[in-house]
């Protein structure tokens, strides 16, 4: 079946610094990829949605100038959270759709910034 | 704009009882209705789906869920819990099945099966 690889699957950055994650669709071309986030205790928010080749769509209140979105490939996209700071600690989960197939996940990244 | 309701925060259950999670979900037009799980740790996994078709749908691991369309709702039940059904619940919705439309998540509902 499709998978979409995520990695890291954990980083610890110190604030200030930048760290980038990457997505694949492992057996599968994706047009759009779509960047979540997971708070502790709480659902998954929609950052943005990710076209290859071009820019990406971010959500309100999500900032684009800090969560750099790069959808470079029809397997790849990468979200860089830039100038990370401790607030920014959460878990990052990409997924993508397999033509109309339902999304799937990758297994996410937790990003801790100390 | 889609949102999705999810009336349970945290469900306490003995193993063998019943549950039924609800979901409520808005939006005017055709929707796909999704139930995901996670387990602790884990990733998130799809139980079961609706897109069209029989409005009660079966999925993994005894899963079931009834798409009712005049209650926006699309509950999701089991019929007897096990302890490995301790887990994350996620309702999820998205209002058409185009590539570039992302699924807007519930809260999530938290379920806790004692042994």
């Known amino acids: 079946g499709a998978v979409v690889s995520q990695h890291p699957s954990w980083v610890i950055c110190k604030s200030g610094t930048s760290v980038k994650i990457e997505c694949r669709s492992l057996d599968f071309q994706a047009t759009t990829m779509f960047w979540y986030r997971q708070f502790p205790k709480q659902s998954l928010m929609l950052m943005a949605t990710s076209n290859e080749g071009s820019k990406a769509t971010y959500e309100q209140g999500v900032e684009k100038d800090k969560f750099l979105i790069n959808h470079a490939s029809l397997t790849l996209s990468t979200l860089t959270v830039t100038s990370a700071h401790p607030e920014d600690s959460s878990f990052y989960i990409c997924?993508?759709?397999?033509?109309?197939?339902?999304?799937?996940f990758g297994n996410g990244t937790r990003l801790t910034v100390t | 704009a889609q949102s999705v309701s999810q009336h349970n925060h945290h469900v306490i259950l003995s193993e063998a009882a019943s549950l039924e999670l609800g979901c409520n979900y808005s939006?005017?037009?055709?929707?796909?209705l999704f139930w995901y799980v996670q387990y602790p740790g884990q990733h998130l996994q799809l139980l079961l789906k609706y897109f069209s078709g029989d409005p009660l749908v079966k999925g993994i691991k005894g899963f079931e869920a009834e798409f009712i369309k005049s209650k926006f709702s699309f509950n999701l039940r089991k019929p007897s819990v096990q302890w490995s059904d301790t887990a994350e619940y996620f309702c999820a919705v998205n209002g058409g099945t185009q590539a570039g439309t992302a699924l807007i998540f519930g809260k999530g509902t938290t379920l806790s099966v004692s042994s």
């Open positions: 939006y005017g037009g055709t929707v796909n």
């Open positions: 997924s993508a759709r397999d033509g109309t197939a339902p999304l799937h």
